[in-house]
């Protein structure tokens, strides 16, 4: 059995500066041990690697579903992007981690409610090439 003050809170981390796969994991353990997770600033979160490399891997899931009558359709907007990365860390297709990712959201910017909460940062020593989630979804347009 687990701790009982870990599971059924609220977890406020702000995803200023932290890297999307390190961040995606982090929420998908904490959501699965049964905690409600919010990420704040999605937008601001980044992916390390060279800028012509992440857009042509996220332009190529973007186009995929486009010009199709079914998906997999691919949003632009950085909180959808963020909370997709922590649906793939999840396993949403068990009954467990679909319940878990119902206590995921994902939000740009910082809603009124959670402006004086107490948030966890997971930030990471900046690296030298990065794009962030809010230029990806800039730059990506359908042709």
Request: aromatic share 6%; with cysteine; charged share 30%.
């Amino acid at each position: 059995m687990g701790k009982t003050n870990e599971k059924n809170r609220e977890i406020v981390i702000d995803a200023k500066g932290a890297i999307v796969g390190r961040l995606s994991t982090f929420v998908a353990k904490k959501a699965l041990q049964g905690n409600t997770v919010v990420v704040l600033n999605s937008e601001e979160a980044i992916i390390s690697g060279r800028k012509g490399n992440i857009l042509k891997d996220y332009l190529s899931k973007f186009r995929l579903g486009h010009g199709a009558q079914r998906g997999p359709l691919f949003s632009r907007k950085p909180e959808k992007i963020l909370r997709r990365a922590i649906r793939g860390m999840i396993g949403y297709k068990s009954s467990r981690g679909r319940e878990a990712f119902r206590r995921v959201k994902c939000y740009a910017g910082i809603p009124e409610e959670y402006i004086g909460a107490e948030r966890i940062q997971l930030r990471a020593k900046e690296p030298p090439k990065f794009i962030t989630l809010n230029e990806l979804g800039r730059l990506i347009k359908p042709k």
